[in-house]
Each structure stands twice: as structure tokens, then as C-alpha cells.
């Protein structure tokens, strides 16, 4: 009867459980710090976005050599939730959130529930080490959250292949407008077409 009492646990509770810790973590760091005075590109990514919201086109006033798709990102955010620190932050949290989510249903669709989850876990903890900058909106971010949904659809096999063939293509290439570095995910995308296409000629 003592046996019969007891709580038993699941599987499915430990990888809930890792996953709720992870989440927690994570939030309350990002919440805890968002009014982290603005390091070096976080800066410049918000003079140039203010410069937009002035009606100054891209470069006019500061220029680099990157494009411009950070500047259209963070106008928009203070646009959105004001001029602030803690405004550049809230929308960091929203990409991340984003990543986070498609980091686990694109594991969860190759690997299984239990790699989605554990990924995921990884992806929101890991962000918060110093030697990555996780806790400031630099473009890597931004640029996650617009990629791995491309991915998504491409690994997605169902309905609207052209529609969603069209969808991943305008995210990568906003992914490329935040990054340059996005190019080595449309290279990947086109592989990993290229693959499908000689599997199913060959099956």
C-alpha cells in the first residue's frame, strides 16, 4: 500500500522538468538584466535605428560596412516600446524565445520529443554565457529567429510545398539583410534540397 502511494516518476517529467529549469533561468537572467547600458554594436545598432525613425535613410548619417537589416530591427523595436535599454532588451527576448521554440521543433521533427526538448534547454541556457555576449541584441539573434523558422518549413512535409519553399526563401534572405553570415544557411538549404531531391529519385 506504501508502494502504491508513491509518486511515480516519468520519463516525460525529468525532460519537463530540465525544460521548465531551463526556461526559468533563462528568463530571469534576461529579465534581471535588461537595463544593461548598451555595449559597442548594440550602440551603433540604435543611433542608426534612431537616424530611421528621424526619416534618414540607411547610411546617410552612419555607415558601416554591414547591411542594413539590424537598423530596420531595432527602429522597429523602439518604435514599438521606446527608446530605452530595456525596450532593445524585451525584443532580444522575443528572437530568442523564437529561436528557442524552432531550435525544439526542428530537433523534435529529426530526433524525437526528447532531443527537441534537451536542445532547446541547451540553446536558452548556453545564450547566457559571457564568452557568447548572449545578454546584449547583437544580430546573431536576429538572425536565428528568422533562419531556423526557414528551416522549419523546409523540413516540413506537408501541405504548399511552392508556398513554403517561397516563405523559407523570404526568411533566409531577411536573415541575410540582418547578417551576412546567413549565406551559410542558404547554402545549407540548397544541400539539403539538392539531398532530398537525389533521395527521392533514388527511392
Known amino acids: 500500500m506504501a508502494r502504491a ?30 537595463g544593461l547600458v548598451f555595449e ?5 545598432y540604435a543611433y542608426a535605428g534612431w537616424l530611421l525613425m528621424q526619416g534618414a535613410p540607411p547610411y546617410e548619417g552612419a555607415y558601416n560596412m554591414k547591411f542594413p537589416g ?18 532593445v532588451r524585451l525584443g532580444l527576448l522575443v528572437a530568442v524565445l523564437i529561436s528557442a521554440f524552432f531550435v ?21 541556457t548556453a545564450g547566457l554565457s559571457r564568452n557568447v555576449m548572449g545578454l546584449f541584441a547583437n544580430s546573431e539573434y536576429f538572425l536565428l529567429a ?42 545549407s538549404y540548397t544541400h539539403l534540397r539538392a539531398h532530398e531531391t537525389v533521395l527521392d529519385l533514388v527511392c
Open 104 to 124: 525544439c521543433m526542428i530537433s523534435f521533427r529529426l530526433y524525437g520529443k526528447k532531443a527537441g526538448i534537451v536542445s532547446a534547454a541547451v540553446f536558452m
Open 40 to 44: 559597442r554594436d548594440e550602440g551603433e
Open 146 to 187: 528568422a533562419a531556423l523558422p526557414a528551416f522549419y518549413l523546409i523540413l516540413d512535409k506537408g501541405r504548399r510545398p511552392l508556398l513554403k519553399a517561397a516563405g523559407a526563401g523570404a526568411l533566409l534572405g531577411a536573415a541575410f539583410i540582418i547578417k551576412q553570415h546567413a549565406v551559410f544557411f542558404a547554402v
Open 70 to 87: 539590424m537598423y530596420f530591427i531595432y527602429a522597429f523595436i523602439m518604435a514599438l516600446m521606446g527608446k530605452s535599454e530595456a525596450a
Open 5 to 34: 502511494g508513491r509518486l511515480k516518476i516519468t520519463q516525460s517529467m525529468v525532460y519537463g522538468l530540465i525544460f521548465i529549469t531551463a526556461a526559468a533561468l533563462m528568463l530571469y537572467a534576461r529579465i534581471r538584466n535588461l
